[in-house]
């Protein structure tokens, strides 16, 4: 997340109200009431996604435990999720804790590919938005294309939106879970828009699906915590949380401009949408990535390889680089760093 773009004045402001309550006797499992009126609201004015009657937002502690909690809840041990390979292997990890079976499924330029979906599967997981962390947006027409496959084959499609607020080209296209709340689970997060430290997210699902959650807090006693979901309502309440994206939108677009042009400079493209808060670079084999990486980090730069999100056998090389959570400065004294062990990895 970009830190450099919070105000800090707005940020003591949640916290100091959000402390200023009297202590409680028990959590709510649901969320807390505020929270998930405000995580509503950020939906329907910025994502276009209406909660009400034929879906309910509950709080989570982040994506990759909302995951875990939908394949407890929902499936059984032995059943199959298919995933986009390369993909979010914290997902995949979260699913397999729960005893599921993940099957990788390859994406290209469009992101997920619906016609290498495996059959038989019980639920895919995606991410149509920004594909992590080749960086695709899925087209309207193959989102269509997925929801007609959840439909006809009685599978659940889990939309992770862990960026979607991020974009700096083209008005976003509508959310799987607003095509169609009958198939779709919607996860979203405050990780990459604000900090993982507050340690909360949402999950917009129709009403049996969120029941079945909560039945699974209750079994085993959980429930999100309380101390995010408030500061996130209160940074809400009066307007912060609207003015720190639309602050957010205007500093990220310049950072992805310079890291653009330093790789533009050295004749290097870049994969993905002009979104979210990483590019990735390819390189043509698995011992290019490892050098580039490598030289970087013997300069004092960490580079990403794409190797390691992968599934099954990785067979896209390259790095993906993040232009968010540096400070201006840092940024400034990283990005050429990073380009020339990249180009020299292409011209060698």
Not at 46 to 68: D, F, I, N, P, Q
Not at 185 to 194: A, D, M, Q, R
Request: glycine share 8%; net charge neutral; with cysteine.
């Amino acid at each position: 997340p970009c830190i450099e773009a919070l105000d800090r004045a707005a940020w003591r402001r949640a916290w100091r109200s959000a402390g200023d309550r009297a202590p409680e006797a028990r959590k709510d499992r649901a969320g807390e009431t505020g929270y998930r009126a405000a995580v509503a609201e950020h939906l329907l004015r910025h994502r276009g996604l209406a909660a009400g009657a034929a879906s309910v937002v509950l709080a989570t502690a982040g994506t990759s435990t909302a995951v875990g909690e939908l394949a407890a809840a929902l499936l059984r041990p032995g059943d199959t999720v298919a995933i986009e390979d390369p993909g979010y292997l914290r997902a995949v990890g979260a699913f397999q804790a729960a005893g599921t079976t993940v099957l990788p499924v390859p994406v290209d330029a469009h992101g997920l590919c619906v016609d290498r979906i495996p059959a038989g599967v019980r639920a895919v997981y995606c991410t149509p938005a920004h594909q992590f962390p080749m960086g695709a947006r899925m087209p309207a027409g193959r989102r269509v294309e997925l929801v007609e496959f959840a439909r006809s084959t009685g599978t659940l499609v889990i939309e992770d939106d862990y960026d979607g607020e991020l974009r700096y080209d083209t008005a976003p296209l509508p959310l799987l879970a607003a095509m169609a709340p009958d198939v779709v689970v919607h996860l979203g997060t405050t990780s990459k828009i604000i900090a993982p430290t507050l340690g909360v997210g949402w999950l917009v699902a129709r009403p049996d699906i969120t029941e079945a959650v909560l039945a699974h807090r209750a079994r085993i006693g959980s429930s999100p915590s309380p101390a995010g979901q408030l500061v996130l309502a209160e940074f809400a309440r009066n307007g912060d949380l609207a003015r720190h994206l639309r602050r957010l939108r205007r500093m990220v677009p310049p950072r992805r401009a310079l890291l653009v042009g330093e790789l533009a400079d050295r004749g290097l493209p870049v994969l993905g949408d002009d979104a979210g808060s990483h590019v990735v670079v390819e390189l043509p084999d698995v011992a290019a990535e490892a050098a580039a990486v490598d030289a970087a980090r013997s300069r004092g730069v960490l580079l990403d390889g794409l190797a390691r999100h992968h599934l099954a056998t990785p067979h896209r090389f390259g790095v993906a680089l993040g232009y968010t959570a540096l400070t201006s400065t840092e940024l400034a004294r990283a990005v050429p760093i990073a380009a020339d062990c990249l180009a020299a990895q292409v011209t060698r």
